[in-house]
């Protein structure tokens, strides 16, 4: 399968990256892993004008420390960086536990921090080749009208499956995007929008820059579990994110964040509430389990049935709370 | 155990090295001057009338050569002479989802994609069948209007008293069991290279060179042969490196005809290699299956009569399935002493890519429902599994109720290895909650008996032939896919000529050069390829035996060859001034020093006289000095040797008794440990013992190799693997959702040999590719059942279905909601949850948005920076 | 769409090359300078057929443009083919040593196969069962069940080791 022709662009610095993002909006899309973004392009799922290779970019590339801030990582640090850092390892337990996850070492290799935070969202009417998609009509998020997940339905429930984001959530990040206007700065619970084909609040002439851990989230504990049917390689078809602040005594802080079983991952709200002044036991762990479940919505845009998947957010989300407290 | 200096040795295949580094081509690897590239559009309909295909925008595209579409090769053809149903591109109408409308030829693949776009083919839709018992009932609309309801073909067979057999019964146990469909997924996509070649009498395009992946080199010929009205002499075949098969290129594919197709029409050689998407729609996988299986036993577990309904989902062609509907029953015999059967089985087309031969073909879905089924009735007898098994054993040699000729037998001592290793006695029933240990046992043919295309003919024949520097040249017609056949061959041929395996080269699957042989399929190369090597070396032995004893003068029975030498037996003892291999190795140095002018015929020639002269008789020689005088006496020295069954092991003479009959069958035996999450399902496969009768292990290396890689298919079957469909659309037609298990979740396998020496065999060697495949899917169904309970009736053992299950037996509300209704342990029909709403609708052409109606945006691109 | 001059770097030579930007390096690698071992086995990044070495890490050259890996100003960054794996024109340890325990049967895979192991030795030099267990998983075999090739790798790590000491 050959690529759609495109012109290429490789800046060496964010100013040069937005300047093109600027001029060519729409048109232009950014390749960092590409391995997402370069097999949806043999699908004809994006058929850019233009295509801006970031990989360049050096600034954009590691994990630093910003002393009262916390730990600021470059959108192009590669998954397996991440995975491999002694100090996310200690210090932001949740994040290395879901990097570690992600697809295969190959594509942990390739694959960015910053790529996995806009992921496309995934469904297996969509993520096919223009051939097949043509013998089923289409779907509503890319060349046609109707909804072969929910039909009838106008909303787009393809899900989100990228393994970090929850992780991200969980810790409380903060996103850095860059724009013809300098820089913002977004909480990642608020870069999603739930829907399908519509997943982030990221403008065309805007890209993704950096991660910043705050301090405040550093030395919780935390566990990912995942739900796939190899051992590696597959996207998540279920995730559970658990990350918990505890100083010897019951639970200060506590998040969970759901992922794969909505169209973006999501933060399970009543589990802090469940959690914290608790000791995490079987009980507080079910609690939790319970209420991630009420919190996903999976739907037929993967293998499995949703029905299962939803059963498995509960277990794992149980298995999570118990993982999380006993690393 | 007899003595041999190469058979049974562990060596590396003789083509490992140009795997490893990368140099070894593969079909796809290979270009020629002026190549052009094919893509081919596939039908977005299930079943539709192809009106009108308009190709005239794809042709003006600047670097766009020829639009090949049906009616530029319209003859039909098909791997078996009763189901020549195939054209290579639509002529009146597609069948399935994927199915071949026109081709494309352009100067380079993007391109050639791009043209594919602009193609406008008009189609009238027909009413489409997806599950098979609903496709029998069609009344109108046939898939193929020769095929009425849509059965491709039935058949019925009772042997000995199957009514009275069940009378006599003291249990009879009944399911319905359920298998999903799995394909090869072989890494090496399908790819065709294609050139004509002009003749220099005529001017005009001659003769035909194909380079293909293919499993059978001499199939293809024939079938081009039959599509573009060319004698086969004019078309030679050649096999490259094959990137693995597993039966996917048993048969003649789509795109082998097509290129050549619209090589002829281009003008130019044309490769067409296809997508990943387009390798699952080729497909020819293993179809999903209905089994509806009911076993009667007496109370000490005898097996008093077997039943089987067996309903294919064949696909929309006819492919392998005459031949798996048949293997499905016949291989109901020769694994136990079954003395009364009842088979009925349907093979179905429906509007799918078709189904074909796939590892351990027509069996495994059978032996998963049978052997599964045993273990039922183990429980309700209260009989260990295991002594079960032994009490139903064949006491060979014998000629099973069904006409199946079974002479080594190994499968007793199969069991007794597993059983052993595994500690099955200590550890079944005592493991920890949620674990469990599961055994089956399964078996295969060493080849059919009968060809596809019934003939006379040798179905393999093989060629030696050797020069005066002594080096070995094998012409094989045995198609090497990765289970080392070429390597099988050299060793063979080595072992019988006494020489090390570096003197073999083996020249294979070339049709002009390698003579006839059917191909790499039903695991027939070790045992009908290896013996007729072993004839041709044998023959070619006599010659340079003989020619040696009257050197040595004596009879050419005392002649001994081995590690390169040639004595005279009594008279030298190789390796007396040392011992072992390496010193007649060294030996052999010292001689090949002695007439170092070997290289010059003449020179040597004459130095060998004059030494003769000198030194009188000798008591032995150098491998090459025997040839050369092999030479001298009687001139080019050659030999050939060829192998078919022999009569009685051809089965016997009811219909579709012609398959099933092998002159030797292969036997397996596995205990599988597993645990189940009860709370979400998943099951890991901790270990599978696998003992594998495969007669004598011409190279263990390899014999375990394909004895782990069957065991480890067959997990994947069992665990993860599964098309999913929906009305005909295929879900996951890719790598990453078609779940061949990666390392990870890869359980550890121990292979343990187990050798019962086939009085036919070569060397007493049987086969080894494929029999253990089908033992592994009940060996981990009665695992499952041992670890937590539940008996799963269908495959794959996905967590849902396991959960489900689990929830099921402790009598949850609403259990079954996890797998939408459907029960695993009773499974009913095809379950195809989801769905979509296009086929219902007008389809695709309803949709504006479709890219191939826009125009292309390089315009917009040009024009902007 | 027009081409473009870049140098690309393999094996250790440098190739200056006409190319169009939507060229994969898998297909530049393969059909321009005929360096066919990496191979194609998928279109959606799955199945490591095609692992390269990009400056000594893994990486699938099926989802790596040329343009990706072109001088930049810069040197252009190393790419190690399977071809640039043999040492000196003989069989490396962990190649000869896949043909030694039936680590490749169809072979198709084992150049993806090659270069993930190369890797994973000159990153650790005594992996467990475990750490090639992980390494391997993102490389697919439809043949040997990977069982072989654990018994290939442990192999090559003894044969490497007593190269070393002699």
Redesign the interface.
């Known amino acids: 399968m050959s690529l759609p022709a495109f012109k290429f662009f490789r800046p060496r610095t964010i100013e040069e990256a937005v300047e093109h993002l600027a001029r060519h909006c729409a048109n232009l899309q950014v390749l960092a892993g590409g391995t997402d973004l370069l097999p949806s392009m043999k699908q004809r799922l994006f058929a850019p004008a233009y295509l801006m290779d970031i990989r360049g970019i050096e600034e954009l590339n590691g994990i630093h420390v910003r002393p009262g801030l916390g730990v600021e990582i470059g959108g192009l640090t590669p998954l397996s960086v991440v995975e491999d850092s002694e100090l996310i390892r200690r210090d932001y337990r949740v994040l290395h536990e879901a990097a570690k996850t992600v697809a295969s070492p190959i594509l942990r290799n390739m694959g960015t921090l910053g790529g996995n935070i806009c992921l496309d969202t995934r469904c297996v009417w969509y993520n096919q080749s223009l051939q097949w998609r043509r013998s089923c009509g289409f779907c509503i998020k890319k060349d046609g009208d109707l909804c072969h997940v929910a039909p009838g339905g106008k909303k787009c429930w393809a899900a989100f499956s990228a393994d970090t984001p929850p992780a991200l959530l969980c810790l409380d990040a903060e996103l850095e995007i860059a724009g013809p206007r300098g820089f913002r700065r977004v909480p990642i619970k608020d870069f999603y929008t739930n829907i399908g084909d519509a997943r982030i609040k990221l403008v065309h002439n805007e890209m993704l820059t950096r991660v910043i851990l705050p301090e405040a989230s550093s030395g919780w504990k935390g566990s990912y579990l995942k739900l796939r049917i190899r051992g590696s390689i597959d996207y998540p078809l279920a995730g559970v994110a658990v990350a918990v602040k505890q100083n010897g005594g019951p639970i200060e802080h506590a998040r969970v964040a759901i992922t794969a079983v909505n169209p973006a991952p999501l933060l399970v709200a009543a589990a802090e509430h469940a959690l914290v002044g608790k000791h995490i036991d079987e009980h507080v762990a079910t609690v939790v389990g319970e209420l991630a479940a009420k919190t996903a919505k999976p739907l037929t845009t993967s293998a499995l049935t949703p029905e299962y998947r939803r059963e498995v957010v509960k277990v794992y989300a149980k298995r999570a709370v118990l993982a999380a407290g006993s690393n | 155990m007899a003595d041999f200096s190469i058979i049974g040795k562990r060596v590396a295949l003789v083509d490992s090295a140009a795997k490893t580094t990368g140099q070894g081509k593969y079909a796809d690897d290979l270009s020629l001057p002026g190549m052009l590239i094919g893509k081919i559009l596939h039908s977005p309909y299930p079943h539709a009338l192809v009106k009108k295909i308009d190709a005239s925008r794809a042709l003006a595209l600047e670097g766009v050569v020829a639009v090949v579409t049906g009616p530029d090769a319209p003859n039909k053809y098909g791997i078996l002479p009763v189901g020549h149903d195939e054209t290579a591109l639509a002529v009146e109408k597609v069948r399935y989802v994927g199915d071949n409308v026109a081709c494309v030829v352009a100067t380079s693949e993007a391109i050639a994609e791009r043209a594919l776009e602009t193609i406008d083919v008009e189609y009238e839709l027909l009413p489409a069948w997806f599950d098979p018992e609903d496709s029998m009932k069609a009344e109108t609309d046939w898939i193929h209007p020769q095929r009425p309801n849509n059965v491709e073909k039935d058949y019925h067979h009772v042997f000995g008293d199957p009514d009275k057999g069940f009378a006599e019964a003291d249990l009879v146990t009944e399911h319905r069991y359920i298998a999903a469909e799995v394909t090869h997924a072989a890494m090496e996509p399908h790819c065709t290279l294609a050139s004509f070649e002009i003749d220099s009498l005529t001017g005009q395009p001659g003769r035909l060179t194909v380079w293909s992946s293919t499993q059978v080199p001499y199939y293809l010929q024939h079938k081009l042969s039959i599509v573009l009205e060319l004698p086969m002499s004019q078309i030679r075949v050649i096999k490259p490196l094959v990137g693995g098969g597993f039966g996917g290129k048993s048969e003649v594919i789509p795109l082998e005809i097509i290129a050549a197709v619209a090589a002829r029409k281009a003008q130019a050689p044309v490769k067409i290699t296809y997508t990943r998407e387009e390798v699952f729609w080729a497909h020819r996988g293993r179809p999903r299956t209905i089994i509806d299986l009911k076993t009667g036993v007496k109370r000490d577990g005898r097996i008093t009569s077997v039943a089987a309904k067996v309903i294919q989902d064949g696909g929309a062609y006819c492919s392998y399935g005459v031949v798996t509907i048949l293997y499905s029953g016949a291989l109901l015999g020769a694994l136990y002493d079954i003395p009364n059967i009842k088979y009925d089985g349907f093979r179905v087309l429906t509007n799918k890519p078709a189904c074909g031969a796939m590892r351990g073909h027509g069996t495994v879905n059978v032996r998963f429902a049978f052997e599964s089924q045993l273990d039922e009735i183990a429980v309700q007898l209260k009989i260990d599994p295991v002594v079960l098994r032994r009490r139903n054993l064949l006491k060979p040699p014998c000629v099973t109720v069904n006409n199946l000729r079974v002479q080594s037998y190994g499968l007793p001592e199969c069991i007794e290895k597993v059983v052993e290793r595994s500690q099955w006695t200590a550890r079944k029933g005592k493991l920890p909650a949620g674990r469990g240990l599961g055994m089956a046992c399964s078996h295969y043919v060493s080849g059919a008996a009968n060809s596809i295309i019934r003939s006379d003919m040798p179905h393999s024949t093989v060629n030696i032939k050797i020069d005066r520097d002594g080096g070995v040249v094998v012409y094989t017609g045995a198609s090497d896919i990765g289970q080392g056949s070429d390597t099988m061959v050299a060793q063979v041929v080595a072992e019988v000529l006494g020489i090390s395996l570096a003197r073999v080269k083996v020249v294979a699957a070339d049709t002009d050069l390698t003579p006839i042989d059917i191909g790499s399929y039903s695991s027939r190369v070790t045992f009908m390829n290896g013996n007729a090597s072993l004839r041709a070396a044998q023959d070619v032995k006599r010659k340079i035996a003989g020619a040696a004893a009257r050197k040595m003068d004596c009879a050419p029975e005392d002649v001994i060859m081995r590690d390169d030498l040639v004595w005279k037996q009594g008279a030298f003892e190789p390796g007396s001034n040392g011992t072992g291999a390496e010193s007649s190795a060294a030996a052999e140095k010292g001689t090949v020093q002695e007439v170092s002018g070997r290289v010059e015929g003449q020179t040597l020639r004459g130095s060998l006289q004059q030494k003769r002269k000198e030194e009188g008789p000798k008591d032995h020689m150098s491998f090459e000095e025997a040839v050369v005088s092999a030479i001298d006496f009687s001139g080019a020295l050659s030999g050939t040797g060829s192998y078919a069954p022999p009569q009685d092991a051809r089965g016997g003479a009811f219909k579709g008794a012609g398959v099933g009959p092998s002159p030797a069958y292969s036997y397996a035996a596995q205990v599988a440990e597993v645990s189940v999450d009860r709370e979400t399902g998943e099951v890991t496969v901790h270990k599978v013992w696998a003992a594998h009768d495969c007669g004598r292990a011409l190279n263990p290396v390899s014999v375990e190799g394909q004895v782990i890689g069957s065991v480890w298919m067959g997990m994947g079957q069992a665990l993860q693997e599964e098309m999913v469909w929906k009305d005909g659309l295929l879900m996951n037609p890719t790598m990453l959702e078609y779940k061949s298990p990666s390392a990870v979740e890869s359980p550890d396998v121990e292979c343990i040999i187990v050798e019962s020496v086939d009085p036919e065999g070569p060397f007493g060697a049987k086969e080894a590719s494929e029999g253990s495949l089908a033992a592994t899917i009940p060996a981990i169904a009665n695992a499952i059942y041992d670890a937590v309970g539940i008996r799963l009736r269908e495959a794959p053992f996905t967590p849902e279905r396991v959960l489900a299950a689990l929830r099921q037996m402790k009598r949850e509300a609403k259990a079954l909601e996890i797998t939408r209704g459907a029960d695993p342990t009773q499974p009913r029909t095809f379950r195809e949850h989801g769905g979509s709403t296009w086929y219902k609708g007008k389809g695709p052409q309803r949709h504006e948005q479709d890219p191939a109606r826009r125009e292309h945006h390089a315009e917009a691109v040009a024009g902007d920076d | 769409?027009r081409k473009?001059l870049i140098e690309l770097r393999v094996n250790g030579r440098t190739h200056e090359l006409a190319i169009?930007?939507?060229?994969?390096l898998l297909?530049v690698l393969?059909?321009e300078l005929q360096?066919?071992?990496?191979?194609?086995?998928?279109?959606?990044?799955?199945?490591?057929?095609c692992?390269v070495l990009v400056e000594g890490?893994?990486?699938?050259s099926?989802?790596?443009?040329a343009?990706?890996c072109a001088a930049?100003?810069a040197s252009a960054p190393e790419v190690t083919?399977?071809?640039g794996?043999?040492d000196h024109g003989a069989?490396a340890a962990?190649?000869?040593a896949?043909?030694?325990?039936?680590g490749?049967?169809?072979?198709?895979?084992?150049?993806g196969f090659?270069i993930?192991v190369k890797a994973l030795l000159d990153h650790n030099s005594h992996p467990t069962e475990e750490d090639?267990?992980?390494?391997?998983?993102?490389?697919?075999?439809?043949?040997?069940?990977?069982?072989?090739?654990y018994q290939a790798i442990k192999a090559a790590i003894v044969a490497e080791q007593s190269a070393r000491t002699t």
């Open positions: 769409m473009e169009e930007p939507s060229e994969l297909d393969r059909q360096l066919t071992g990496s191979k194609r086995g998928c279109d959606d990044s799955s199945c490591g057929a692992t890490v893994p990486t699938l099926c989802t790596m443009l343009m990706s930049d100003g083919t399977v071809e794996i043999a069989l962990i190649q000869k896949y043909g030694d325990w039936g490749a049967q169809c072979g198709y895979c084992t150049p090659m993930t090639i267990r992980h390494a391997l998983s993102g490389n697919l075999c439809r043949c040997t069940g990977y069982t072989q090739m």
